[in-house]
């Protein structure tokens, strides 16, 4: 007889495949392909195992894989929102907190909670793994944005300023890492990848 965690568990598994299917803005690099949220989320739970020493504060590095690999999966039901999107708000919490409740709920109690406390201290984004597990989901998109001729920056027409304003939270999260990504971002425009507005 299978216990009903299992059970719970198993329902919550076949549940989050359909992350696979929700598509990015942004594509691989150097590539045409768009990213699904579950290949984005792989990349950062990754890049927070390879670049963990690069955080200014001493992190607990499993809780940061933890955010960045449960922080999208409230987009199965509220959808990925552009971070550049002019229309619609990125931090559509309240669609994402009912995604969060509902999707997180397939677990027994115990694990839905954890999942939902973990997923509420990455939006909130005030403790150091929050700061951290943010600083690697602006820093990857750049890393593509700059592979692929400006990116999503050229195809949506995104300028200088707008970039930096959004990716300048990595700094939050290291210091190292935000001085790599803004010389990234000035050599953008230099290379005529990212617009100056009035240019």
């Known amino acids: 007889m299978h216990t009903a965690n299992l059970?719970?568990?198993?329902?919550?598994?076949?549940e989050i495949d359909k992350l696979k299917y929700i598509q990015r803005k942004t594509r691989l690099f150097n590539s045409d392909r768009q990213e699904n949220d579950a290949e984005h989320s792989w990349h950062l739970a990754m890049m927070t195992i390879v670049l963990a020493e690069h955080s200014d504060k001493l992190i607990d590095v499993l809780k940061v894989v933890k955010m960045v690999l449960i922080h999208d999966i409230v987009e199965i039901d509220a959808g990925d929102t552009f971070i550049y999107d002019s229309t619609k708000n990125h931090t559509n919490t309240e669609e994402e907190l009912l995604a969060a409740k509902r999707i997180f709920g397939l677990l027994p109690k115990e694990q839905a909670d954890e999942f939902i406390a973990v997923w509420e201290e990455f939006e909130a984004g005030e403790t150091d793994e929050a700061k951290f597990a943010k600083a690697m989901d602006r820093f990857e998109p750049l890393l593509q944005n700059t592979s692929n001729n400006?990116?999503?920056?050229a195809e949506f027409d995104v300028p200088y300023q707008k970039v930096y304003d959004?990716?300048?939270a990595i700094?939050?999260?290291s210091t190292s890492i935000w001085n790599y990504a803004e010389n990234l971002i000035n050599e953008s425009v230099e290379k005529g990848i990212l617009r100056k507005e009035g240019e």
């Open 7 to 14: 059970l719970q568990q198993v329902a919550f598994i076949k």
């Open 150 to 153: 400006g990116g999503t920056w």
């Open 166 to 168: 959004k990716k300048k």
């Open 171 to 173: 700094n939050q999260g």
